[in-house]
C-alpha cells in the first residue's frame, strides 16, 4: 500500500502539535510541585496503584526499566517513595509513597490544564461536539489497544473509575 504523504504530514504535525501543548502543560504543572515530568508521572502511578513494581512502573508509564529506577532514585532521595520488599518473593521491589510523596500528589491536583479546558469547553459547545469528543476518545482507546495493549488500557479505564470514585 502506497502512503499517502500529504495526509501523513497533517497527521504527524497535529498529533506532535497536540502532544506538545499536552507535555508543556504536564511539565509546567510537575514544576509547579518541585519534580520532573517523569517523576510526577511515576507518583501518580504508585499512587493510584498504592504500591508497584517497577517493571509495572515501567509498563504503564511506557518507559524503559532502566529509566524508571533513575526516576525512582531521585524520588527516594527527595523522600517521596520508598521500596519495600515482600517476604513471599524478596527478589521483587515496591515502590511505595511516603507522607511526602502523598502530599505532593495532593498539591499537583491544584494546577489547571489548559487543553483539558478547551476540550471541556467544546465538548460543551453542541451535541454533536459532545458526540464527537465521545468519539475521539473511544478512538485514542483502540489506539492505544493495538499500539500498548490490553494491560495499559485496563489499568487507564480501572484507575480512572476510581478517580471518579474518590477512592
Do not use: C, P
Amino acid at each position: 500500500m502506497k502512503v499517502n504523504m500529504s495526509n501523513l504530514h497533517i497527521i504527524m504535525n497535529y498529533l506532535r502539535g497536540t502532544y506538545k501543548v499536552l507535555e508543556e502543560e504536564w511539565q509546567k504543572s510537575a514544576r509547579s510541585i518541585g519534580l520532573t515530568q517523569a517523576e510526577q508521572h511515576v507518583l501518580w502511578i504508585v499512587h493510584l496503584e498504592k504500591e508497584a513494581t517497577i517493571t509495572k512502573i515501567a509498563s504503564i508509564g511506557l518507559w524503559d526499566v532502566s529509566t524508571v529506577m533513575q526516576v525512582i532514585t531521585r524520588l527516594k532521595q527527595k523522600g517521596l517513595i520508598t521500596l519495600m520488599k515482600k517476604a513471599a518473593d524478596r527478589r521483587v521491589s515496591y515502590a511505595t509513597l511516603t507522607e511526602l510523596g502523598e502530599q505532593k500528589i495532593q498539591e499537583s491536583y491544584d494546577f489547571s490544564y489548559k487543553l483539558y479546558d478547551y476540550l471541556e469547553d467544546y465538548s460543551k459547545e453542541s451535541e454533536d461536539n459532545m458526540e464527537f469528543m465521545k468519539q475521539m476518545m473511544d478512538f485514542h482507546k483502540e489506539l492505544n489497544q493495538y499500539f500498548h495493549g490490553s494491560e495499559f488500557i485496563d489499568w487507564t479505564e480501572r484507575t480512572s473509575k476510581s478517580l471518579k470514585d474518590g477512592s
